[in-house]
């Protein structure tokens, strides 16, 4: 039987801008393990109360043991294809996606690298510099009421949209071929259905292209070497009970 196809989502690095809340840094953990996601950097920690972050942190302590600390956004995101900023800014020249779409276009790119998604701090986002750093920017489209969402909800937002892109993509994915019949397999068939048919006394006489004739769909029908083994077998059978 074939093994089921894993599921393969986009190479993506959670980036974190200056961080100050440890209860964000555990939620963000925990969305991120919640989502099959393991690659995360943080510039300028803000804090180091990772005794609160780890009780926030539940069945993710481990990410909070080996975040990337790097001191700037170039060095977090030095190694990945594509840079996208989390800002509800327009900047000319610069594509605003919603999270799906990014999620879509991580997936599309993996061959290329890895995607890098920037989140600035909780109290001011991203700097102008940070935007205008990133390659393109993205932004969640909530109410104009109450527009800012929270740093570990946003993650969380865009760690679903990631792995919801890699569900879909592995549901259309066609299933991996079983492995065709040899030439051996088909051979084997045949000699047990010549047995069969000797014994049963279809062939009576001289064979001519009885045989053949009979094995011909079988070999048009690409038949798998289960399928094969299978016919072969059930063939033998009958030979014998003849």
């Given at each position: 039987?074939?093994?089921?196809?894993?599921?393969?989502?986009?190479?993506?690095?959670?980036?974190?801008?200056?961080?100050?809340?440890?209860?964000?840094?555990?939620?963000?953990?925990r969305a991120m393990k919640n989502?099959?996601?393991?690659?995360?950097?943080?510039?300028?920690?803000?804090?180091?109360?990772?005794?609160?972050?780890?009780?926030?942190?539940?069945?993710?302590e481990d990410l909070l043991d080996?975040?990337?600390?790097?001191?700037?956004?170039?060095?977090?995101?030095?190694?990945?294809?594509?840079?996208?900023?989390?800002?509800?800014?327009?900047?000319?020249?610069?594509?605003?996606?919603?999270?799906?779409?990014?999620?879509?276009?991580?997936?599309?790119?993996?061959?290329?690298?890895?995607?890098?998604?920037?989140?600035?701090?909780?109290?001011?986002?991203?700097?102008?510099?940070?935007?205008?750093?990133?390659?393109?920017?993205?932004?969640?489209?909530?109410?104009?009421?109450?527009?800012?969402?929270?740093?570990?909800?946003?993650?969380?937002?865009?760690a679903y949209e990631l792995r919801?892109?890699?569900?879909?993509?592995?549901?259309?994915?066609?299933?991996?071929?079983?492995?065709?019949?040899?030439?051996?397999?088909?051979?084997?068939?045949?000699?047990?259905?010549?047995?069969?048919?000797?014994?049963?006394?279809?062939?009576?006489?001289?064979?001519?292209?009885?045989?053949?004739?009979?094995?011909?769909?079988?070999?048009?029908?690409?038949?798998?070497?289960?399928?094969?083994?299978?016919?072969?077998?059930?063939?033998?059978?009958?030979?014998?009970?003849?």
């Amino acid at each position: 039987m074939a093994e089921a196809k894993p599921l393969v989502a986009a190479p993506v690095r959670i980036v974190l801008l200056r961080p100050r809340n440890p209860e964000n840094l555990g939620a963000v953990a925990r969305a991120m393990k919640n989502f099959g996601l393991g690659d995360w950097a943080i510039a300028e920690l803000g804090t180091h109360d990772f005794a609160t972050a780890r009780r926030v942190a539940v069945h993710a302590e481990d990410l909070l043991d080996r975040p990337r600390l790097v001191r700037t956004l170039d060095e977090a995101v030095a190694d990945c294809a594509w840079v996208v900023g989390t800002s509800s800014r327009r900047v000319r020249g610069k594509r605003r996606l919603a999270p799906a779409a990014v999620a879509r276009e991580a997936l599309e790119r993996a061959p290329a690298g890895r995607t890098a998604i920037v989140f600035g701090d909780e109290r001011s986002g991203l700097t102008n510099d940070e935007v205008h750093r990133c390659h393109d920017l993205s932004a969640i489209p909530t109410d104009e009421a109450q527009p800012s969402v929270n740093l570990a909800q946003a993650v969380l937002l865009y760690a679903y949209e990631l792995r919801r892109a890699a569900l879909e993509a592995h549901e259309r994915a066609p299933a991996p071929a079983p492995a065709g019949a040899t030439d051996e397999e088909l051979g084997n068939l045949e000699e047990a259905l010549r047995t069969a048919l000797r014994t049963g006394g279809f062939l009576a006489g001289p064979e001519r292209h009885a045989v053949r004739d009979l094995v011909a769909p079988l070999r048009r029908a690409r038949l798998t070497q289960r399928e094969a083994r299978l016919w072969a077998a059930a063939l033998r059978t009958l030979g014998r009970e003849g």
